[in-house]
């Protein structure tokens, strides 16, 4: 079917910069929008940033300014650029997609999620 796969989570100091990559691969035959979601702990899963195919973009009240989500379509990724990180930035990053995947005889389309990548901002 479908994977995504993160990459580029770690520690970071206060103010410090990181960037998140999500690989999409699999049977697909379209990804129309593309998200990051964070959850912290004992915290609910919040989005953090969403992107269309066509470059719409849209942030999380707490991350605008800060953050920068692209994509790479014709690679099937998106990426997170994370800049003036805090402390209540801390929290495991997953990516996200709606996906139309083939089938055997046809296309489907399904939810997906990565496993996650550890994001800590501390000193």
């Known amino acids: 079917q479908v994977q995504l796969v993160e990459s580029g989570g770690g520690l970071v100091q206060p103010g410090g910069s990181l960037r998140l990559s999500c690989a999409a691969s699999?049977?697909?035959?379209?990804?129309?929008?593309m998200n990051w979601y964070r959850q912290a702990p004992g915290k609910e899963r919040e989005l953090v940033a969403h992107?269309?195919?066509?470059?719409?973009?849209n942030y999380g009240q707490s991350v605008k300014g800060r953050f920068t989500i692209s994509r790479d379509n014709a690679k099937n990724m998106v990426y997170l650029q994370m800049n003036s990180l805090k402390p209540e930035d801390t929290a495991v990053y997953y990516c996200?997609?709606?996906?139309?995947?083939?089938?055997?005889?046809?296309?489907?389309?399904?939810?997906?999620w990565g496993q996650g990548t550890q994001v800590t901002v501390s000193s």
């Open positions: 996200n997609a709606p996906v139309q995947y083939y089938t055997g005889s046809g296309y489907d389309t399904g939810d997906f």
């Open positions: 699999g049977s697909i035959f379209n990804i129309n929008v």
């Open positions: 992107i269309t195919s066509g470059g719409y973009t």
